[in-house]
């Protein structure tokens, strides 16, 4: 629902160009719509599933509020890690997004839930031995948890700049255009 928002808010450029196209509102509508836009959904779409305080942790889960809501992901059932990486004013944040048999999906934050993720991949890769299906695990997840040497965090937040800025740059020039710019 959360993700279904901030995609909508994402369009509203392009729905403020047809009603500009019929004459409902001002042409130069899409351009302000473009503006606002961007900037709520480039904040809030990573923010959906991040962890806020309080959160609990036992030794098989980790449940944590989020702004949709209080979700609960089975360590024991990892089916997915994968690191987010946002920037503000000079500094990168990180954000391991983690999806579960179930289809939940939280973003740990916080060290110690970090620690729990770590402990829970480490006994998956051992349990792979016996037959059971291992987690995957992105390069740069693993490189930030510790669980793997290497340029793999270097790598991916070069790319994750560059593919902010691009795209970024790029809906801001459709926005433009639309406009009439």
Do not use: W
């Amino acid at each position: 629902m959360g993700s279904g928002l901030a995609v909508t808010v994402l369009l509203l450029p392009f729905g403020g160009y047809g009603l500009a196209r019929a004459g409902v509102v001002p042409e130069g509508a899409p351009i302000v719509l473009g503006l606002l836009s961007g900037i709520i959904s480039f904040v809030l779409l990573p923010a959906l599933c991040e962890e806020r305080a309080p959160f609990r942790h036992s030794s098989s889960h980790l449940t944590a509020r989020t702004l949709t809501g209080e979700r609960s992901v089975d360590l024991n059932r990892i089916t997915t890690v994968r690191l987010l990486t946002t920037f503000s004013y000079g500094s990168v944040y990180r954000t391991l997004l983690v999806r579960d048999a179930h289809g939940v999906r939280l973003g740990i934050t916080a060290e110690r839930s970090r620690r729990k993720l770590r402990r829970a991949i480490e006994k998956a890769d051992v349990n792979a031995a016996r037959g059971v299906p291992r987690p995957r695990v992105s390069r740069a997840a693993r490189a930030h948890l510790g669980l793997a040497p290497g340029q793999g965090l270097v790598v991916h937040t070069t790319i994750a700049f560059l593919l902010l800025t691009v795209s970024a740059s790029l809906y801001m020039v459709a926005a433009l255009r639309l406009g009439g710019q």
